[in-house]
């Protein structure tokens, strides 16, 4: 009885139920209290979507009894009911080569490991991965227990004592657990016994689905509904709460022209062939396109710059030949620091003022201008995009011409850097609001995990994704042995990471001290271009 009807009296909740998806809830035929309308929106909203994955997963059941009947009736299987209506196997894929095999991350009740090239060897599972893990367990003790009442017992879940999982792109996620529960029989001789057990478990992807929604205003639909309410306006007074939710940028409040200007500020201390190639993806990207942009070069004076005088002098050259281009150079005294230059540079501008911090050995292109233009929002938001890093080109291209092509996203020719957050599109405003650059910090490294702290604790909204409009084109890397032991550390652990990737690492192990391997193995990789 108790659990039919469902009681939340949490300290200071007022009838918010923080977690949904639990086994409670879903026995439950009443829940109290829930008088708040806003909660009463979350709670249906809850529902419906609990709904829609019942019927999505009956469609699935469909799905097999058609490819089931088929066999009997010798009639011809759609090819959806052939995608979607395959019968339950780890088998489903299967890989027409060594390089196709769908590897398995391991995991335990906090971590994952992965053998994945980009990824740590071990890592934390975020809030999305641990809400989905949690899902999982959810239904598995749902089933178990669904006739717990007629066996006289019923099992609990204490742990995940590991697993293993893993996303098949075609046909959905996979996952291996090893459970630990608790058996309490009730009926005949009561007893409570901890059991272990193993579950091989399958989320299936049903039918993919294209739907548009308008963004809604949540000021703009309270005041409707209090106009046409009369004196049921204390309806738009709870929807008032869902004002700090709505979604940033809507259509009313985001105004940034689609050209907004650009201020690109590159710290620089020798490297001048790089400098050199970076001025003519320069000129290609922004010069010539006459893009609305602002280069800041943020040269260090130093002593150990022994190619400051050509730097200026290839500046002067584009400047002759671009002379209504907006470019400049600004000296920074000392040796080198990049958190120095772009607190040095940064402070040059306005508070409204778009700032992208780059670096001498990338390559860009239009496209992804505008994305920075697009995915910052002054006061609001901020973008680290995640870029594509070259491997060495002498392991890639075993010793032949590599391709002039920088743009080519392969396993073989590079990584995606998901743990640099060096390269940023930040206002100088929210620069401010997140306390700036740490120009303590010395030499390689850190200052860009700084500041990305920084922008978290400053309550701004950071936007990560993939970016294939920025290459890191490779480069050999030193580490001096003087710098901080962290920044050492992380110096030699990017160093490693370009060599090439694990899978060509260990190939080239292999050919070397194995003489019959690889006679017939085909390395090549798809390759997208952009």
């Known amino acids: 009885m108790q659990q039919l009807f469902y009681e939340n009296y949490e300290q200071n909740k007022k009838g918010y139920i923080r977690d949904l998806r639990n086994s409670k809830i879903h026995r439950a035929i009443t829940l109290h209290p829930n008088k708040n309308p806003p909660y009463q929106y979350r709670l249906h909203s809850y529902?419906?979507?609990?709904?829609?994955?019942?019927?999505?997963?009956?469609?699935?059941?469909?799905?097999?009894?058609?490819?089931?009947?088929?066999?009997?009736?010798?009639?011809?299987?759609?090819?959806?009911?052939?995608?979607?209506?395959?019968?339950?196997?780890?088998?489903?894929f299967q890989p027409r080569q060594r390089e196709e095999i769908l590897e398995w991350e391991f995991l335990t009740g906090k971590y994952l490991y992965s053998a994945a090239d980009g990824q740590p060897p071990r890592r934390g599972m975020d809030s999305s991965q641990r809400e989905a893990l949690d899902d999982i367990v959810m239904q598995v003790m749902e089933m178990i227990n669904a006739n717990a009442k007629t066996r006289g017992r019923i099992i609990d879940f204490k742990e995940v004592q590991y697993g293993y999982r893993r996303v098949n792109p075609m046909y959905g996620a996979e996952y291996v657990l090893d459970l630990?529960?608790?058996?309490?029989?009730?009926?005949?001789?009561?007893?409570?016994?901890?059991?272990?057990?193993?579950?091989?478990?399958?989320?299936?992807?049903?039918?993919?689905?294209?739907?548009?929604?308008?963004?809604?205003?949540?000021?703009?639909?309270?005041?409707?509904?209090?106009?046409?309410?009369?004196?049921?306006?204390?309806?738009?007074?709870?929807?008032?709460?869902?004002?700090?939710?709505?979604?940033?940028?809507?259509?009313?409040?985001?105004?940034?022209?689609?050209?907004?200007?650009?201020?690109?500020?590159?710290?620089?201390?020798?490297?001048?062939?790089?400098?050199?190639?970076?001025?003519?993806?320069?000129?290609?990207?922004?010069?010539?396109?006459?893009?609305?942009?602002?280069?800041?070069?943020?040269?260090?004076?130093?002593?150990?710059?022994?190619?400051?005088?050509?730097?200026?002098?290839?500046?002067?050259?584009?400047?002759?030949?671009?002379?209504?281009?907006?470019?400049?150079?600004?000296?920074?005294?000392?040796?080198?620091?990049?958190?120095?230059?772009?607190?040095?540079?940064?402070?040059?501008?306005?508070?409204?003022?778009?700032?992208?911090?780059?670096?001498?050995?990338?390559?860009?292109?239009?496209?992804?201008?505008?994305?920075?233009?697009a995915n910052t929002v002054l006061g609001q938001q901020v973008y680290f995009p995640i870029i594509f890093s070259q491997y060495d080109p002498k392991i890639v291209y075993s010793g032949k011409v590599p391709s002039d092509n920088h743009f080519a996203f392969t396993q073989k020719t590079g990584f995606w850097r998901n743990y640099g957050f060096g390269i940023t599109c930040i206002y100088k405003g929210d620069l401010l609001q997140a306390g700036g650059f740490d120009v303590s910090i010395q030499g390689w490294g850190l200052e860009d995990v700084d500041l990305f702290n920084k922008v978290i604790q400053a309550g701004l909204k950071t936007l990560r994704s993939q970016e294939i409009g920025v290459v890191h084109v490779h480069h050999p890397v030193f580490c001096d042995p003087n710098l901080d032991p962290k920044q050492y550390k992380m110096c030699l652990g990017s160093k490693a990471s370009t060599y090439g990737s694990t899978q060509q690492l260990a190939e080239l192990w292999l050919e070397k001290n194995d003489p019959g391997f690889g006679k017939s193995s085909n390395t090549n990789g798809s390759v997208r271009t952009a």
Request: proline share 4%; glycine share 4%.
């Open 47 to 92: 529902m419906l979507s609990r709904k829609i994955a019942e019927l999505r997963h009956r469609t699935i059941q469909l799905h097999r009894e058609i490819v089931l009947m088929s066999k009997y009736s010798n009639a011809e299987i759609r090819k959806d009911d052939l995608q979607l209506g395959i019968a339950p196997s780890f088998m489903r």
């Open 180 to 373: 630990l529960l608790l058996y309490k029989k009730h009926k005949g001789k009561k007893m409570t016994v901890p059991v272990r057990r193993h579950a091989y478990l399958q989320q299936t992807f049903s039918k993919i689905q294209f739907m548009e929604h308008e963004e809604m205003d949540a000021k703009e639909l309270a005041s409707k509904i209090n106009q046409d309410s009369g004196s049921l306006s204390f309806l738009s007074n709870s929807l008032k709460m869902f004002v700090p939710f709505q979604l940033t940028g809507s259509k009313a409040e985001r105004k940034e022209p689609k050209d907004k200007k650009i201020n690109i500020l590159i710290p620089l201390s020798g490297r001048f062939d790089m400098f050199a190639r970076f001025m003519g993806n320069f000129e290609k990207t922004c010069l010539i396109p006459n893009q609305n942009v602002k280069l800041v070069v943020l040269l260090f004076n130093s002593d150990s710059n022994p190619d400051k005088a050509k730097q200026v002098e290839l500046m002067r050259d584009y400047r002759i030949k671009y002379p209504k281009a907006d470019m400049q150079i600004l000296p920074v005294s000392g040796e080198f620091s990049r958190a120095l230059a772009l607190e040095v540079g940064s402070s040059q501008f306005q508070n409204e003022s778009l700032l992208f911090f780059c670096d001498v050995d990338l390559v860009f292109t239009t496209e992804f201008l505008q994305r920075c233009r």
